[in-house]
């Protein structure tokens, strides 16, 4: 899977000044739990996506694994046919991934850099519309270095995940499809740990 660093060489932290002194004071960066976010539906309403850009790939390794190992056809039809089975096994996949979590999904917000060099120099307006009230300021830290940090921390902590990606809105399903597509190697190999039955 491609690191975020390929695409944004430098991230962008917009902060208070109490927020920046913080950082400095802990080298820490805090992550907020996501229901005190704006909108922290937004993960929740995300399961029923996710479940549907899997379908067609469970499909597609059923029809593989049928081949493969004679006892899938007989799963398939007690579940009540191809789609139905490949649509239970592809929720079960989400919430795997989900229970992996314990439901504890912690966000620090980032800003990757932009076509338009003046946004790039200025920053963004909306943010400094949430953070410049009273003073605000901008963190830019090195994407790579991030991501070499994320490694550090995921092993000595043993996180289930850790890791930077790319906000996917709604309406775009191009990215939403994909930024899925970049974790579908680590979602087949969970497919394949939690049922066993395809190669």
């Excluded at 929720?91 to 850099?113: D, L, P």
């Excluded at 120099?121 to 519309?129: A, D, H, I, T």
Aim: hydrophobic fraction near 35%; charge should be negative; proline fraction near 3%.
């Amino acid at each position: 899977m491609p690191n975020t660093s390929e695409e944004y060489p430098r991230l962008c932290h917009y902060t208070t000044f109490e927020g920046l002194q913080g950082i400095l004071q802990t080298q820490t960066l805090w992550a907020t739990h996501y229901r005190f976010l704006n909108d922290y539906s937004e993960l929740v309403l995300m399961k029923d996506r996710l479940v549907d850009f899997l379908v067609p790939i469970v499909k597609e390794h059923f029809k593989r694994g049928i081949a493969k190992w004679p006892e899938a056809r007989k799963v398939i039809d007690q579940d009540g046919g191809m789609d139905i089975s490949a649509r239970k096994y592809a929720t079960k996949m989400i919430e795997i991934a989900y229970k992996e979590t314990g439901g504890e999904f912690y966000i620090v917000s980032f800003c990757g850099e932009h076509e338009d060099d003046y946004l790039n120099s200025n920053g963004l307006l909306s943010q400094w519309r949430s953070y410049g009230i009273g003073g605000g300021i901008v963190v830019v830290f090195n994407t790579r270095k991030l991501e070499e940090i994320l490694e550090i921390e995921t092993g000595k902590y043993e996180y289930a995940s850790l890791h930077i990606s790319d906000v996917i809105y709604s309406d775009d399903e191009e990215k939403f499809k994909k930024e899925l597509y970049r974790m579908l190697p680590s979602s087949l190999t969970l497919l394949k740990a939690a049922f066993g039955i395809w190669n």
